[in-house]
C-alpha cells in the first residue's frame, strides 16, 4: 500500500514496491497537485512542459492557412472596391446622359446613335438606342456607357419619354 501524506495543497504518494528495490535507491516520491491536474511526476524532478515538433508543425501549418485566407481576401476587397468605384462613375455617366435627354425639348430621334463624354477625369464611350415602347406615345431609350480605354466599368441604363406626336 503507499502512504499518503498531505502538504498544503499537494499531496505525497510514496511509490508502491511493484519489484524488489535496487540496492542503494531511495524510495521515489510521486506529486499530486492542483497545477499538474492529476499528472505523476518525480518529486524533484521538473515536468517539461511544451509541444512536440510535429505539434508545432500543425499548428503552423494552420497558422499559415488562415493568414494565406485572409490574404486573398484582402486583396479580393480591394479589386472589388475598385471595380465598384469605377461601376459608380459608369453610372453617375449614363444617368448624365439620361438627363440630358429627358430635358432636351426635342426627342430624340429612332435609331442608335454613340458618342465619347469625359467625367471623372476619364474618356466614357456611350450608345444610346431609341425604340417605341408598347405605348405607341412613348420612347424607350437604353443608354450603354463603358470607358474608352476598356477595363471594368460598364453601366446601362433604361429611361421613358414622351415621343413624337
Known amino acids: ?3 499518503a501524506r498531505k502538504n498544503g495543497d499537494s499531496i505525497y504518494f510514496s511509490r508502491p514496491p511493484t519489484r524488489r ?18 499528472f505523476r511526476s518525480f518529486a524533484g524532478v521538473p515536468r517539461e ?10 499548428a503552423l501549418a ?4 488562415a493568414a494565406l485566407a485572409l490574404l486573398r481576401l484582402g ?20 444617368r448624365n446622359l439620361a438627363i440630358e435627354m429627358l430635358t432636351d425639348p426635342q426627342p430624340p430621334t429612332f435609331g442608335t446613335s454613340a458618342g465619347a463624354v469625359a467625367n471623372a477625369g476619364r474618356r466614357w464611350r456611350w450608345t444610346r438606342s431609341v425604340g417605341r415602347s408598347p405605348e405607341a406615345r412613348i420612347q424607350q431609350i437604353e443608354i ?21 406626336v
Not at 49 to 58: A, Q, R, S, Y
Not at 62 to 65: P, V
Open 1 to 3: 500500500m503507499s502512504a
Open 21 to 38: 528495490a535496487r540496492p542503494g535507491r531511495a524510495r521515489e516520491k510521486y506529486i499530486l497537485s492542483p497545477k499538474t491536474a492529476g
Open 49 to 58: 512542459n511544451g509541444f512536440t515538433l510535429i505539434e508545432m508543425l500543425v
Open 62 to 65: 494552420i497558422f499559415s492557412l
Open 75 to 94: 486583396g479580393a476587397t480591394a479589386t472589388n472596391s475598385a471595380r465598384l468605384g469605377d461601376q459608380a462613375v459608369a453610372m453617375i455617366v449614363a
Open 144 to 164: 450603354a456607357v463603358e470607358p474608352e480605354a476598356g477595363g471594368p466599368g460598364r453601366a446601362s441604363l433604361t429611361i421613358f419619354r414622351r415621343g413624337p
